[in-house]
């Protein structure tokens, strides 16, 4: 196998290269700051907006190495190369390719999305031999909606409840859906306000040059604004003297438990994960000649390439075998 899973850590095989490890290891390449993706490593590779959100989370990083999308990196050690380009999944998220000196290619893409975003760069199609791909909504059934046209619909929605004397408030992730929603809502004229959290972070895009305008919450909501929250963030309001519905923008809202699991009025498709049909339409295009699914459904996503004549199989834990013990 190309990469081996150890311990809930993936690595490149016969390098030292950790990818989004989730305990400390020597040497990371951290695809994005998402909570799950991250930890304090003794050097982390990655983009330097990715490397700017994670010391936003995590405190001051150890050795740091900044790539940007494009640039190359050799590792000393393990005679490989390092680039990385853009994921589309939020702000500074990338995939890299790890170049092995006989010329073969693997890709890892992190989390990633096909759909075209305003405050993160458009994903790439990466060619190469192997591909490593997440397989968060990999399942047939998930098939998104274009992604413009949803938040069309959830400025309607929200200018409706204004109407009605309501106060509409979009529940999202702090990191990324957060902002890009913001953007999103801010494009289609409605002021946004947000919680303490999101709106930190939408300082820090700012600051990274991804204008993200938007309120940070006072204590009310002021007329005809739409709030931007995390649902923990919310849930002291409930119940306020501002009459507020809630809507939660996830791409669990296709299943039927979409709004009750993010304790919403109701739920809108909208992701920053690939759909089924994108990661086919990447593992088809880029010309690997083997998938390695991960993540969420990577068994199904893998079985849904091989029906499609892409030699896929999901990654698993290297299981450490023991010696028997005696009667
Ligand atoms: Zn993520």
């Given at each position: 196998?190309?990469?081996?899973?150890?311990?809930?850590?993936?690595?490149?095989?016969?390098t030292?290269?950790?990818?989004?490890?989730?305990?400390?290891?020597p040497?990371?390449?951290v695809?994005?700051?998402?909570a799950?993706?991250?930890?304090?490593?003794?050097?982390?590779?990655?983009?330097?907006?990715?490397?700017?959100l994670?010391?936003?989370?995590?405190?001051p990083l150890?050795?740091?190495?900044?790539?940007?999308?494009?640039?190359?990196l050799?590792?000393?050690?393990?005679?490989v190369?390092?680039?990385?380009?853009p994921?589309?999944?939020?702000?500074?998220?990338a995939?890299?390719?790890?170049?092995?000196?006989?010329?073969?290619?693997?890709?890892?893409?992190?989390?990633?999305?096909?759909?075209?975003?305003?405050?993160?760069?458009?994903?790439?199609v990466?060619?190469c031999d192997?591909?490593?791909?997440?397989?968060?909504?990999?399942?047939?059934?998930?098939?998104?909606?274009p992604?413009?046209?949803?938040?069309?619909?959830?400025?309607?929605w929200?200018r409706?409840?204004?109407?009605?004397?309501?106060?509409?408030?979009?529940?999202?992730y702090?990191?990324?859906?957060?902002?890009e929603?913001?953007?999103?809502l801010?494009?289609?004229?409605?002021?946004v306000?947000?919680?303490?959290?999101?709106h930190?972070?939408?300082g820090?895009?700012e600051a990274l040059?991804?204008?993200?305008?938007?309120?940070?919450?006072?204590?009310?909501?002021?007329?005809g604004?739409?709030?931007?929250?995390t649902p923990?963030?919310l849930?002291?309001?409930?119940?306020?003297?501002?009459?507020?519905?809630?809507?939660a923008?996830?791409g669990?809202?296709?299943?039927?438990?979409?709004?009750?699991?993010?304790?919403?009025?109701?739920?809108?498709?909208?992701?920053?994960?690939?759909?089924?049909p994108?990661?086919?339409?990447?593992?088809?295009?880029?010309g690997?000649?083997?998938v390695?699914?991960?993540?969420?459904?990577?068994?199904?996503?893998?079985?849904?390439?091989?029906?499609h004549?892409?030699?896929a199989?999901?990654?698993?834990e290297?299981?450490?075998?023991s010696?028997?013990?005696?009667?």
């Open positions: 196998m190309p990469v081996e899973l150890k311990q809930g850590s993936l690595r490149v095989s016969h030292p290269l950790h990818l989004d490890a989730r305990r400390r290891t040497l990371c390449f695809s994005h700051a998402h799950d993706h991250i930890a304090r490593h003794e050097r982390t590779v990655a983009t330097p907006q990715t490397l700017a994670m010391a936003h989370r995590l405190g150890e050795a740091t190495v900044p790539l940007r999308f494009g640039e190359r050799s590792l000393e050690s393990g005679d190369e390092l680039e990385l380009f994921a589309g999944h939020v702000l500074g998220a995939q890299v390719r790890v170049t092995r000196p006989d010329g073969h290619r693997l890709v890892y893409t992190g989390d990633v999305s096909l759909a075209p975003a305003l405050t993160a760069a458009p994903a790439a990466v060619p192997t591909l490593v791909v997440e397989a968060t909504f990999g399942h047939p059934r998930y098939v998104f909606p992604r413009e046209g949803v938040y069309d619909e959830v400025a309607a929200a409706t409840q204004l109407g009605r004397g309501l106060v509409p408030v979009m529940l999202t702090g990191l990324g859906k957060g902002q929603t913001i953007a999103q801010v494009a289609r004229g409605l002021p306000c947000t919680d303490a959290g999101i930190a972070v939408a820090l895009y040059g991804v204008p993200v305008p938007s309120r940070c919450f006072d204590g009310a909501f002021r007329e604004e739409v709030g931007v929250f923990k963030a849930e002291p309001l409930r119940g306020g003297p501002q009459k507020l519905v809630t809507a923008l996830t669990w809202a296709l299943e039927s438990w979409g709004a009750r699991r993010s304790g919403a009025d109701v739920a809108f498709p909208v992701s920053d994960h690939a759909d089924f994108s990661l086919l339409h990447y593992a088809r295009s880029c690997a000649r083997e390695i699914t991960l993540f969420g459904f990577k068994e199904e996503l893998a079985k849904a390439l091989k029906a004549g892409v030699f199989r999901a990654v698993h290297r299981v450490q075998m010696l028997p013990l005696g009667p």
